[in-house]
């Protein structure tokens, strides 16, 4: 099923928590309130499975920090039990070193893991947390597990892009698969600290040069660059109509609503009461159906027309 703007829905990504063992100073929190309330891996997988017969086919498990949700084993074999193709989850790795190989036996098939910065300082400046020895021992082990293709998530800002080149290498050398390079976006904490906004036009055109091979992602029309064993995605969200015309996401909030756009509180169907509500099971999938259609037809990209690039206001 495809939106008014002839997009379809193929992606459920799901805030499994708020709680967070970080503390980074843009987090955006899924563009989420700080809502109280966790949803049952039942209640998870059954929105999933709902949203299957809409075209979901994949499921990217995101925070807060999700590791720290007691359940993710059981989150991801019900998933995978409802019959999700692909399950994927953003972490920022510092639990995956003992977790890596019990996730991937329950069915997590890759990871994407943020790291901003390979300077211990620089490291604790963005997390709060002094941990990227831990955070570099869960890459190596989520590499070792087969949780692939492992994707490095890098938030590009004013305070860390000079780390940009040792994180390249980096990844070359240890085998990662990916490197994202994300525009900063002023979404949550993001938006109080927007002057630390890099664009990344430069960064692309280095790329562009150096690369092998430049492809164009279906999903959200992300550009990726081959250059040798690694692909470097460039995520440009912010005032990018493109990227709103190739977007096939929709959200689950950790308290239970259909999310339709990062960028937009305005946009969501609370199914909570379906989903906790006495009804008979033919009833609840009806309802959530019903949701789904409404969410579908309420959908909308948030950048619809070329706008001035990086306007703060
Ligand atoms: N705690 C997990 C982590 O660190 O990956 C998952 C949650 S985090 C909100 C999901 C992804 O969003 C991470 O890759 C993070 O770096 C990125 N992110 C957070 N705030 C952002 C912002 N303001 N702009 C761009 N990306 C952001």
Redesign the pocket.
Known sequence: MIDRFGRPIEDLRVTLTHT?N?S?F?????GEDNAQGLLTPQEISLVAKVGMEYGIKSVKL?????TLRRDLIEIIRELKMVGIREISM???GVLLRSLAWKLKEAGLDRV?I?LHSLDKNLFKEITGVDALDKVIEGIKEALKAGLRPLKL?F?VTKKNITQLEKIIEFSREIGVDELHL?E??P??L?RNVFSYHEKLESIEKILREKAEKVEIRNKHFRPRYYIGNLVIEVIKPYANPIFCAGCNRIRLTVDGKLKTCLYRQDKEIDIIDILRGNYSEDKKNELLREAYEIAIAIREPNFKFKVEPYATS
């Not at 995101?62 to 999700?66: A, N, R």
């Open positions: 967070c970080f980074c843009f987090c955006h929190m899924e995101t925070g807060g920090e999700p953003t972490t920022n994407n943020s998530n938030v994300i900063l976006h979404v949550g993001g």
